[in-house]
């Protein structure tokens, strides 16, 4: 068998027409265009190329964007004071910190100073909560992608078998919840799914993987996920982005396309869609601030 691609770059380009729609539309009305903030500190090459690609999609769908570049050297005074500006700006509604942050920040200290709701990566404490109550503000980007990736190719997670490989609080255990959770109408992306979280220190993760009818692997190690983890005919989402040897590699072996039903390639799978659901968060966010601010 050879994998069906779950094609992430044509399933984002999809949704920000959509968005790009709406965003037209809300102007149309008079409304500002949804705003959004990207903060990069220092000069990781990578979070520079993240960050660009968020700024480019932005300005594709019609929203205004700045990037706020600032030294590796800034302290977290300086930093938190322009966070502070930010929560305040009424044409700014999504404000997004790049990660990783230089050693000397403390990352969560600066999740927490982010307004929630302008946290439109929802890392923030409370929008982590308002998740796992089943109450969403926003889904978490990467997570949200991965379920939207799979329902825009028809594979519904309702009464599926998912293992998450993988635990941060990034991907694995945001994924994990909103697969778990009720779909209803506060919790429209929820799945409805039976979920195992497995990690580094499971025990047979051959075993865990093999009774999944969809596997995600967010664990960050290339290649790990073998054919021999992988039941026939299983749908295989890859959230691994790994540097190796000067190329883009994924959490998931090529052998893998050879058993399984479908696997979203890397790249051109998840990452699209992980930006394409900041957008989606940045309108929201916007929506929310028009809400707050109208006369009750
Ligand atoms: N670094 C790696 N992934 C992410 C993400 O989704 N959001 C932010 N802010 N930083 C990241």
Redesign the pocket.
């Known amino acids: 068998m050879t994998a069906r691609l779950l094609d992430g770059k044509a399933t984002a380009a999809a949704i920000r027409e959509e968005l790009a729609a709406q965003v037209a539309e809300r102007v149309r009305r008079g409304l500002p265009p949804p705003g959004l903030a990207a903060i990069l500190v220092g000069d990781n090459p990578a979070?520079q190329l993240?960050v660009r690609n968020k700024h480019k999609a932005c300005q594709q769908v019609g929203m205004r964007s700045w990037i706020h570049h600032l030294p590796a050297d800034i302290t977290a005074a300086r930093l938190l004071g322009l966070i502070e500006q930010l929560n305040a700006d009424p044409h700014v509604h999504g404000i997004?910190?790049?990660?990783?942050l230089p050693p000397h920040l403390d990352e969560s200290a600066v999740q927490e100073a982010v307004d929630p709701r302008k946290d439109v990566?929802a890392?923030h404490p409370e929008n982590a909560g308002l998740l796992t109550l089943g109450r969403p503000r926003f889904y978490?980007?990467?997570p949200h992608g991965v379920v939207q990736l799979l329902r825009r190719h028809g594979y519904e997670t309702a009464g599926k078998e998912i293992v998450v490989i993988g635990r941060s609080n990034?991907v694995g255990k945001p994924l994990a919840l909103m697969l778990l959770q009720k779909r209803t109408v506060p919790n429209p992306a929820a799945g409805d799914a039976t979920v195992t979280i497995v990690h580094t220190r499971s025990q047979d993760l051959a075993r865990l993987c093999q009774r999944a009818q969809i596997v995600v692997a967010a664990a960050g190690v290339p290649a790990m996920i073998t054919p021999e983890m992988v039941a026939p005919g299983a749908v295989v989402v890859d959230v691994g982005i790994n540097a190796v040897a000067g190329r883009i590699v994924g959490d998931v072996h090529p052998a893998v396309a050879e058993k399984a039903a479908a696997v979203s390639p890397v790249p051109g799978g998840v990452g699209p869609m992980?930006i394409a659901m900041?957008l989606l968060n940045t309108l929201r966010a916007a929506q929310l601030f028009q809400d707050s601010s109208k006369p009750s």
């Open positions: 979070s993240y997004l910190v790049q990660l990783p990566d890392f978490p980007c990467t990034i992980t900041l």
